[in-house]
C-alpha cells in the first residue's frame, strides 16, 4: 500500500491564526439565482479573487466551484478550477450528505492543492425530516460518518460540513456534533441561515452558542443569506463571536435574495477591520487590493447578467460620480473615501438635470470646448429641459457635444 501524504489544512491554519478567509460562493450558490458561468469563467473568477491577495490566496479565499453531481458537465466545470486554478484559491466542490455525491465531489478535486470538498448535512429538525427523512441527531451522526468516508477516500482533500437551517436547529446538539466531525477529521464546521431570516443578534449568540458547545478545536464559518437584508450584518456578527471564515458572493448573487456581497465585506473589513474584529487584529496574511474588486464585479455581471446599479455599494456605476455644484467643488465632503485612492475608480463628472454651471462648463472642456458666462447658462438651461424632456437624467456626451457644436457655431456667426 503506498502512503499518502496529509497536506496542510492552509484555510483552518489561518481561521486559527486569526486571519480572515472569504469562502466565494458565486460560482455555486450563485446558480441558485438563476445564473450560470461558463468553465472559462469559473477559472478566471478564481484567479482573479485569489490575485486580490497575491500569493496569499490559497490561505484567504474558499473557491466553491460548483455542484459536481448537478450533471457531467457541472462535474467537468469543477475539474477544471481545481486544475486550472490550482494555486491560486483552495478550491472546494459542494456536495450532499450521501457517500455517491461525497465520492464524487472528492473525484472532482482530487490531485489539486488545497483542495477540499464541503458535505451540506441539515441541522434542524425540520430539515432533517424534509432533506434525508431522519431526526437532526440522526443527521448529524450521519454527517459524522461521511467526514470518516472522504478522509478515508483521500487524506490530501480537506473535508468541511455546512449544518444547513442551523438558525433554527438546537445549538447544544450542534455543538456536539461539530466536536465529533472535527475530530473525525473536519477541516470547517459552516453554520448556515438557510432561509436567511436570523436577526442580528440571535446570529451572534447562536455563534457564541456553538462554539461554548464544542470546544476549541472545532473552526466555525458562515453562510448567511440575505432575504430580510441582513446578511452583511450577520455576518459582521459572526466575525465579532471570534468566526473567521465567512461566506459571501461577488455582487451578492445566491439563492433567492442572496447573501453577502463579497466586495461588501472585504472593502468593509480592509478599511475597518479593527472596528468589527476588535484593537490590535491582524485578518490578513496579505491585505486584499482593493482596486481589483471593480474590474471583478465587473466581469461577474456581464458573466451572469446581474446588472451593476448606480447605488449598488463599492462597485456601482454611481461611485466616484458627480453631478451636483457643491460635491463638483468639494468632493471630499460628500463621500466617504476617495474613489481614486481607494479603488483605482477615476471620478466622473456626469450632465444631469442637477447640473450647476460648473458642471457645464467642466463637461464641456473634457468635450474640447470652453464656455463663457451666458453660453454656460444656455447649455445648462438646455440640459435640464432636455432631460425632463426625455425622462433621462443623465445626457450623454455625444447629445451635448452635438448641442454645443450648434451654440458655438451660432455664436461664431454672430460675431
Sequence with gaps: MIAVAVSVDVVRESARAGRVVLWEESARDGAQAKTLMSAECRVRLARETGAVFGADG?????????????????????????????????????????????????????????????????????M??????????????????????????????????????ASRADTSLMGFHAEAMTGAGAGLVVLADTV?????????????????????????????????????????????AGVRVVSGSWLGIAERAGMVATEQLLFLLARHGED????????????????????????????????????????????GTISTGTPFVHPRLFQPYDPAEVLGVRPTVLLTQLAS???????????????????????MAWAK????????AVIDDTAFAAYLDGLLQDAGAGA
Excluded at 490578513?284 to 481589483?292: E, Q
Aim: glycine letters at 8%; hydrophobic letters at 50%; aromatic letters at 4%.
Design 58 to 126: 490559497p490561505r484567504h479565499v474558499v473557491f466553491a466551484a460548483g455542484f459536481p453531481a448537478v450533471c457531467a458537465e457541472e462535474f467537468e466545470a469543477v475539474r477544471r478550477v481545481a486544475v486550472e486554478a490550482e494555486g491560486t484559491v483552495s478550491v472546494a466542490a459542494v456536495c450532499r450528505g450521501a457517500r455517491a455525491d461525497v465520492e464524487q465531489a472528492v473525484a472532482s478535486v482530487r490531485g489539486s492543492r488545497n483542495a477540499r470538498v464541503m458535505v451540506v448535512v441539515p441541522a434542524s429538525e425540520a
Design 128 to 165: 432533517a425530516k424534509v432533506m434525508v427523512h431522519r431526526t437532526a441527531a440522526e443527521a448529524l451522526q450521519a454527517g459524522t460518518d461521511l467526514v470518516k468516508h472522504a478522509r478515508d477516500l483521500d487524506e490530501s482533500v480537506a473535508v468541511d460540513v455546512c449544518l444547513a437551517d
Design 196 to 240: 436567511g431570516a436570523q436577526l442580528p443578534h440571535a446570529c451572534r449568540d447562536m455563534f457564541a452558542e456553538v462554539r461554548a458547545a464544542s470546544g476549541d478545536d472545532v473552526v466555525l464559518a458562515s453562510h448567511l443569506h440575505n432575504d430580510l437584508g441582513l446578511g452583511l450584518a450577520n455576518t459582521l456578527q459572526a466575525l465579532a
Design 276 to 319: 468589527f474584529l476588535g484593537p490590535g487584529a491582524a485578518p490578513w496574511w496579505t491585505a486584499p487590493d482593493l482596486t481589483r474588486l471593480p474590474g471583478i464585479a465587473r466581469m461577474v455581471s456581464e458573466e451572469t447578467g446581474v446588472p451593476l446599479s448606480v447605488t449598488t455599494p463599492i462597485v456601482g456605476s454611481g461611485v
Design 357 to 379: 454651471a460648473r458642471v457645464v462648463r467642466a463637461v464641456a472642456e473634457r468635450l474640447g470646448h470652453r464656455l463663457d458666462r451666458e453660453q454656460a447658462r444656455a447649455a
Design 385 to 392: 429641459s432636455r432631460a425632463f424632456r426625455t425622462g433621462t
